[in-house]
């Protein structure tokens, strides 16, 4: 059980980091209100208050607005069509369908804006005043501190690149979204996809300096920082973000250095053929970077159930049929093997769920909270940094290599290299995100930076416009610098 002392204390944090930089409307989201100013310098007058104004923005990042929900496996594995709309009164049809601008989508769209850009005034309120206090911090900390907050900073606005932005290789150079590095309510001009994506690579390479001599698990003291903005979590960003821009040197080669750091390894045949209440599910030791969401057990099975049917309305479950699932992981073509497929699909009544967030934790001899299994969304994992190898490999036979190592680890056979061709690679590679990504939200960022011309079960003939989550209207209205 949680101690919940802690969880008042940091409840309490949290209403404070609130008034500091969360809790203001939709078009003044940046304000910083000038009462709030005593108690941000009181906040900010210690090694501790700066651990706690972080603290809050890994909650904000964490909250169902964003990748506690939406951003995982709420809308963007919607518009990634892992769910179907069955029912025929499913509340989501318009998200699924991609109609950003009507019914069901638009609460969507606006949220994650508002409450990224809220997570990102957080950063800019401690980065802000970090480097004047540098003094009251002790050991590392300072350089961790700041570290994990310009990693923050630069995840969220990648993020919000990839869903409201346009595609890099065709309009690199088309308007996309504001880069806030500083907390107030000025609007901004929004920087183009090619700038965007710059300043995001900046953030990192500060962070990656501040980071590499000084986070513990690249020191090998301790191996559970995937809950935090560690090191390889920069390095595992750095490689997506080097791929979006078509930069496949510098992409393999922050990509290799997550590989290749013995931090992280598959999922073992233990673990994973474990009994219901201990299996680890979600592959744990493979997450170069999680959060921990506390409440991710009544979201995924309350009044939106995204992997269990809810006995009063039915409607709000999500998920695909079965004949849909045995297509997804190729059960009649040698997939029936696939830990994905075999070990996490789960039946409630008639209908299968994939069963990734039904998450249990038994916690065992010396083990503490962090080493829970339950209560976490990964972000960043292993299988995606051999994908990004395969993808960026100089030859098809080289680039199955690294494919075939996911594969082996998620007991399906080998793929032979005769005859093997860079459009096969291409199809094997995409089928693999459609497996292994299946709710966690990145499949869509995949199709989008491929320009996909038909999702797996979702409409034909799609083009880039159809990809493009139109920037909130709030956002219009309260900046006219979009035109």
């Known amino acids: 059980m949680i101690n919940s ?31 709030s100013t005593i108690g941000q310098e009181q906040l900010f007058s210690s090694e501790v208050g700066f651990q706690q104004a972080l603290t809050g923005v890994y909650s904000q990042v964490a909250s169902k607005s964003l990748y506690g929900d939406n951003m995982s496996m709420g809308f963007v594995s919607m518009i990634g069509q892992n ?92 308007k996309s979204i504001p880069y806030r590095t500083v907390s107030n309510a000025l609007s901004k001009v929004p920087s183009t996809v090619d700038e965007v994506s710059a300043l995001v690579l900046e953030d990192l390479l500060e962070a990656e300096q501040l980071l590499k001599n000084t986070d513990a698990m690249v020191l090998g003291v301790n191996k559970n920082r995937r809950f935090k ?83 009063s309305d039915s409607r709000y479950s999500l998920t695909r049929t079965e004949v849909d699932f045995k297509t997804l992981y190729e059960v009649d073509k040698n997939g029936s093997t696939d830990i994905r497929s075999s070990k996490l699909l789960e039946t409630e009544g008639t209908t299968i769920f994939c069963s990734k967030f039904w998450q249990t934790s038994v916690l065992g001899s010396g083990q503490t909270e962090i080493d829970r299994l339950d209560q976490t969304v990964p972000l960043v994992r292993l299988s995606e940094m051999y994908y990004i190898l395969a993808e960026t490999a100089a030859t ?71 990809y493009i989550v139109p920037v909130p209207d709030n956002e219009l209205e309260f900046n006219p610098n979009y035109n």
Not at 250 to 259: H, T
Not at 420 to 425: A, D, I, K, R, V
Not at 442 to 463: H, P
Request: overall charge positive; aromatic content about 14%.
């Open 83 to 174: 769910y179907s709309p069955n029912a025929s009164l499913f509340p989501f049809k318009q998200t699924v369908a991609l109609n950003f601008k009507t019914g069901d989508a638009i609460s969507f769209v606006s949220s994650i804006w508002s409450s990224a850009y809220k997570a990102i005034a957080g950063t800019n309120t401690i980065l802000a005043e970090i480097d004047a206090k540098k003094s009251i911090f002790t050991e590392n900390n300072y350089a961790l501190v700041k570290g994990e907050t310009l990693g923050l900073r630069a995840y969220l606005h990648f993020d919000l690149l990839r869903l409201y932005g346009a595609n890099f290789a065709t309009n690199s150079s088309k």
């Open 396 to 466: 098809p036979a080289e680039g199955l290599v690294y494919l075939n190592k996911v594969r082996v680890n998620r007991v399906l056979p080998e793929i032979l290299s005769t005859g093997f061709t860079s459009q096969n690679l291409e199809a094997e590679i995409l089928k693999e995100y459609q497996k292994e990504f299946y709710a966690e939200g990145q499949l869509f960022f995949y199709y989008k930076r491929k320009l996909t011309v038909r999702m797996l079960f979702g409409a034909k003939n799609l083009s880039e416009t159809n």
């Open 5 to 35: 002392n802690k969880m008042k204390i940091t409840t309490k944090i949290f209403a404070i980091l609130s008034l500091l930089f969360f809790g203001t409307g939709c078009n003044n989201y940046l304000e910083v209100d000038p009462k």
């Open 229 to 311: 903005m560690n090191y390889y979590a920069i390095k595992g960003l750095q490689a997506r973000v080097y791929l979006f821009r078509g930069d496949k040197v510098n992409a393999a080669k922050a990509a290799k250095e997550v590989v290749e750091s013995g931090k992280f390894a598959f999922v073992t045949s233990d673990e994973i053929n474990a009994n219901p209440g201990s299996r680890d599910r979600l592959f744990s030791n493979e997450h170069v970077f999680a959060l921990r969401v506390k409440n991710i057990k009544e979201w995924v099975e309350g009044s939106r159930a995204y992997f269990k049917i809810v006995p």
